[in-house]
């Protein structure tokens, strides 16, 4: 079902969202996105659309660069449509305080062919919580 | 990019895993999934796959139907591959103090055709958590 040239294309706009965050590029992140996508984040809402200024307020609280490391990244294509699912490690250092901050996170990613390219119409991406009756968000898991 | 077939088919899984959930049939959801579906569940760990035992346990937990409603369902398909995101309201009564429970999750579903039916092989389930240094899951959001 994948195309070799389809899966290439489409890790290398999951790259570009990877060192836009390592440059703390919000418009380089944002054009990998169709402008109505729904993204589901970390943090609240439940579901905000790209927020350029709210990406790039949050990448300001950031010294130096904000990494991520996939692991498991599974890409499905077929025809004009793709998702991909896979853990993320995200390492970084707070700005306020200089702490590192590490972190894995679930992320799912589906994308649209549009102009012979790919754009990300949906992405999901969270922790799960701790179901031990503190309702702790689980920042602390490792795969 | 839509057929109406294809989207009415996927309605109606989403709608099968539903009724599994309010008649509490871990088999009947189990169904709907890829044998090597890959699950972000609200619960840790990370990427468990499809767990039947754990699902049924989790149901058993609830005195009576675990009702979803889902709300801003897009389901988008394309060929052979379909992938549908929404928010999805989940009430239900806990066995253990007879206490109602009522949260907002976010779902995004990808499917794959297989044998002429839609089977789910990816689903992440998740709430945000709030960002202000509690780290508690955002259970209490309203859409």
């Known amino acids: 079902m994948n195309t070799d040239a389809d899966e290439t294309a489409i890790r290398a706009v999951l790259k570009t ?19 109505d996508a729904v993204v589901f984040d970390l943090a609240p809402p439940l579901a905000p ?4 200024q709210g990406l790039a307020a949050w990448l300001d609280t950031w010294d ?17 449509l793709a998702f991909c699912h896979g853990l993320c490690k995200v390492t ?5 305080d200089g702490q590192r901050a590490e972190w894995w996170q679930r992320a799912t990613v589906c994308l649209r062919r549009v102009d012979g390219g790919w754009k990300i119409v949906h ?6 919580f701790h179901m031990d009756g503190s309702f702790r ?5 490792q795969p």
């Open 92 to 96: 970084a250092t707070t700005k306020s």
């Open 137 to 141: 968000a689980a920042i602390d898991l």
């Open 17 to 35: 969202v990877g060192q836009g965050h390592h440059d703390k590029d919000a418009t380089t992140i944002g054009e990998q996105f169709a402008p």
């Open 49 to 52: 659309r790209f927020d350029h």
């Open 64 to 80: 130096g660069p904000v990494a991520q490391e996939w692991r498991d990244l599974t890409v499905t294509t077929g025809g004009d």
């Open 123 to 128: 992405e999901h991406t969270s922790v799960p």
